[in-house]
């Protein structure tokens, strides 16, 4: 957990002192460049491996339960 | 000036596969899209086991829609026709073994060596689920709120969620705050079963008695979004999560075996499988780490998740995709995933005669045990007419689970002689088509 | 740990500071447009109307029908709009202009220097600048609800 903390840490390190201005977001506007830039395929992966493994989650919360598991 | 020649080198490549592929459609370069219109993404995946495991067919449309300046709905529909066998967490023998189907009526012979599969499993989920987003406070802040409701003929998931997003930083940092519940009921076909009691012979009784059962997740996560740099985006999210209230599978039993590892004879109407039985509570914590990153036009994605819960399972996923893009906004994307996780404390292949009644906790769920999966896919997506897109995707799915000791179960004689954990193989097919409407 | 936490509100600090000040007197730039060179010096007597925007960013795709319609109602009373393009590419720009055409001056600066003495903090980003040269008002974004007061301010600068 301390690592963790650390980790998160540096990220905001990072973020206080990255300056990426405004206009030259052009880039990270581009629908490619979102986080989950394939929202179904996603949800379906999630689902999938959901039912065949013992882990879940980490990218939110919510999306709801199934029998599968 | 290597850098300049590999890059020729792709632009051919690229060129090649763009023409091949899509000389026919002709694509428009800008996509302006109004806020007046529902933003529509559907799919239908099919997703197949080998050796006639379980097959799914699964229909699914997502709409987003602006309503009014930042502020956004959306709803999403999933179907999942499941069809085909699933193990029952009894392992393959060297002699036939006879099962009593969850109804208690009827049962069913698994021949000597192969792994006992159910193949009654006929199951048809409906998933809804449903978000708002709009600004919260001021500029700077949002906030989602969702909710999700999901059943099947044993089982209903009714969950709410809400989310908290702040930028700060001239908008190159987001926080993010969320919270979710949700609440599950399982109503087993043949009730719930006793843990550790034993399966009866087809006809004679069930040892389940309960109707339903139920269980409560609370997920809470703290998350970090940070631009990078102009080509770079990362994230960081800290999951916690803790469930309480019935977590067995009431469709699984283990094999009862004695210490030279030999399956039980059936005493009375008493087949030598026990039901099994987990704790009640399940705290978890996750972390996730995703970057995404632009290259000359091709875009990585990269993520890790780690992890790690009270029950001793711990794992670890890396997840990446690459998007080689094409001309005219088609792209191909390879996609790689490995996962692998460690055996809950309680896992166990079987389970000895004199430990039963004195383990508190067992099970032979093959998904509890120690684990690897690795998946390989490829997508490829063609937009047409400024803002469709149709898409095409195909994974391959191995799935190899290891032999684990346990201190209540055995692996000695007829368990260790045995394939009781053969690899198992899926592919996924899917297309996709998106569009405003 | 302490070090660190120093380094990281020198950071924080550093980035705040950076979009403070606001210039009173408008930033001197020499931006291309489709007909030549122009600076600020050249609209002086003018009330300008300086618009950030780039092709990629959705809301100015929403504001530029709006210009069009203000360049057009206040140009007797002396408004200039000035809409300066940051993108990367000056094909992306051109692109974006043949789908929505504009009828008002659009410089073109993919450096971003103007951008960066105007100290734009976000897409769009528009500067009301007085006869006599100074900044009058800035505004971030572009929302339907915004529009009435941006007019306003326009009006009122015009009467001055």
């Known amino acids: 957990m301390k690592q963790i903390v650390l980790l998160m840490l540096t990220a905001w390190v990072l973020a206080a002192c990255s300056t990426v201005q405004p206009w030259e977001k052009d880039l990270l506007a581009k629908p490619s460049m979102a986080l989950v830039a394939d929202k179904l395929d996603n949800a379906l992966d999630e689902h999938i491996y959901f039912s065949k493994e013992a882990s879940l989650g980490g990218q939110g919360v919510g999306g709801g339960g199934c029998g599968c598991n | 000036m290597q850098l300049k020649d590999k890059h020729n080198k792709t632009k051919s490549i690229r060129e090649k596969l763009a023409l091949a592929t899509c000389a026919l459609l002709q694509t428009a370069g800008s996509t302006a899209q109004a806020g007046d219109e529902w933003e529509i993404d559907s799919a239908l995946m099919i997703y197949s086991e080998n050796d006639s495991r379980v097959t799914a067919i699964e229909p699914i449309v997502s709409a987003r829609k602006e309503m009014g300046e930042d502020k956004f709905f959306g709803v999403k529909l999933v179907l999942d026709a499941l069809t085909g066998a699933t193990p029952n967490g009894a392992h393959a023998s060297g002699t036939a073994q006879t099962f009593t189907r969850p109804s208690g009526n009827g049962s069913y012979t698994v021949a000597a060596g192969e792994n006992p599969l159910d193949d009654t499993f006929h199951d048809t989920r409906v998933a809804l689920s449903a978000d708002w987003e709009q600004p919260i406070l001021d500029d700077m802040s949002r906030i989602i709120v969702g909710g999700n409701l999901s059943k099947e003929f044993d089982y209903r998931s009714l969950g709410v969620s809400a989310t908290f997003l702040r930028d700060f930083n001239n908008r190159n940092t987001t926080f993010s705050a969320a919270l979710g519940v949700n609440a599950d009921t399982i109503s087993p076909v043949g009730d719930v079963p006793t843990p550790f009691a034993n399966m009866m012979v087809a006809g004679s009784g069930t040892n389940r008695d309960k109707a339903s059962e139920s269980k409560t997740i609370t997920d809470l996560m703290f998350g970090v979004t940070q631009v990078i740099d102009r080509k770079t985006l990362m994230q960081f999210n800290l999951g916690l999560s803790s469930s309480s209230g019935y977590m067995n599978d009431p469709y699984k039993v283990l094999t009862v075996v004695d210490a030279t590892g030999t399956r039980l004879a059936p005493v009375g109407n008493d087949l030598p499988y026990v039901y099994e039985n987990r704790p009640d509570s399940r705290s978890r914590q996750t972390f996730y780490w995703k970057t995404v990153h632009h290259l000359n036009e091709d875009v990585i994605n990269l993520a890790y998740r780690y992890h790690t819960d009270d029950w001793d399972i711990n794992s670890h996923t890396i997840d990446l995709n690459y998007r080689y893009e094409l001309n005219g906004g088609a792209y191909l994307q390879p996609h790689i995933r490995y996962y692998t996780q460690s055996a809950a404390e309680f896992f166990t292949h079987n389970i000895l005669d004199t430990q039963v009644g004195v383990a508190q906790y067992a099970s032979a769920d093959y998904r509890l045990g120690e684990l690897t999966t690795t998946t390989i896919g490829l997508k490829y997506a063609l937009p047409f007419k400024g803002n469709q897109e149709l898409s095409m995707r195909a994974e391959s799915i191995v799935q190899s689970y290891s032999k684990v000791d346990s201190a209540v179960g055995t692996l000695a004689g007829d368990a260790g002689s045995q394939d009781i954990v053969p690899d198992l193989g899926a592919f996924v097919i899917q297309v996709g088509y998106s569009f405003y409407w | ?160």
């Open chain 3, 1 to 160: 740990m302490k070090k660190l936490f120093i380094f990281i509100t020198f950071c924080l600090l550093m980035n705040s500071a950076a979009i403070k000040a606001e210039s009173v007197k408008v930033p001197d730039f020499k931006l291309p447009t489709a007909t030549g060179e122009i600076t600020p010096a050249q609209f002086k007597g003018k009330v300008l109307y300086v618009d950030f925007w780039a092709s990629w960013c959705k809301p100015c795709k929403q504001s530029f029908p709006w210009l069009n319609q203000l360049q057009q109602q206040y140009k007797d009373q002396g408004l200039v709009v000035i809409a300066i393009n940051l993108d990367k590419e000056r094909a992306l720009a051109d692109k974006f202009l043949q789908i929505i055409p504009a009828n008002f001056i659009v410089a073109f600066d993919p450096e971003g220097n103007s951008a960066s003495s105007f100290k734009v903090k976000g897409m769009p980003s528009s500067y009301l600048i007085d006869r006599d040269g100074n900044v009058q008002g800035r505004h971030t974004g572009f929302r339907e609800k915004d529009i009435a007061r941006l007019e306003q301010s326009v009006a009122k600068l015009l009467q001055q």
